[in-house]
């Protein structure tokens, strides 16, 4: 399980081999493939071969002309106006085949929640109560804040929050609202990259972060003529 790759390769490699590693029966993927960074059509292209599911996030569907580049501040406007310019047609072809959300076995999937499959940050209790109980399936998963999370209902309380590296959840005995954290982009103090991997079958979701070559894709970025600010947050986590 990924989300919010952002246009960052040398991430998203280090991630699927990491991945690779595990042997999962499948990779599902949460959406924001591109924005921010500057490798928009290899991203698109690996996780388009390796993904059985793909959300478009808010971003994805800026960049293929769905969402106006109005709802967009500052650098993610200049990135999804640049991701424009450099798409080649197969990523393109690949952003406008995604929806925002997908249902699949034991799961449900959202680029941001429940109540707003595009925009809306689960990053509050309140926020992620609704969407529990928009929703049915035992595990919710949710991108776009870029912030690994897990949250579950006890009785009427809200349990959990941040989901640092090694973070194990049981799955079974309560409904689970899951946030991977992001690929290319993490925004929770911890600039590794983020991946979930989920056992169904043996009942748990085990909390991932690889280190990948940060210096790489700040190059990138600052080679490609997009903001500055957007190479140096990557260093921070932030
Ligand atoms: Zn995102």
Known sequence: MISDIHGNLAALEAVLAAIDAAKPDALWCLGDVVGYGARPNE??????????????GNHDLAVRGTLDLIDFSGDAGL????????????????????????TTEGAELYHASARDPVWEYVLS??????????????????GHSH?????????????GGLAPDGTTLGLGERRWLINPGSVGQPRDGDPRAAWLELDQDAGTAVFHRVEY????????IVAAGLP???AQRL???L
């Open 43 to 56: 991203c698109c292209e690996a996780v388009r071969r390796r993904a059985s599911i793909c959300l478009a």
């Open 79 to 102: 990135a999804a106006t640049w991701t424009r310019g450099v798409l080649d047609d197969s990523a393109r072809a690949f952003l406008d085949s995604l929806d925002t959300h997908a």
């Open 125 to 142: 209790d309140e926020a992620a109560v609704i969407t529990l109980m928009l929703t049915e399936a035992p595990v919710v998963l949710v």
């Open 147 to 159: 912030v690994a999370l897990n949250v579950s209902l006890r009785g009427g309380d809200v349990e």
């Open 213 to 220: 070559d940060i210096a790489r894709t700040q190059s990138e």
């Open 228 to 230: 500055h600010a957007l």
């Open 235 to 237: 260093a921070h986590g």
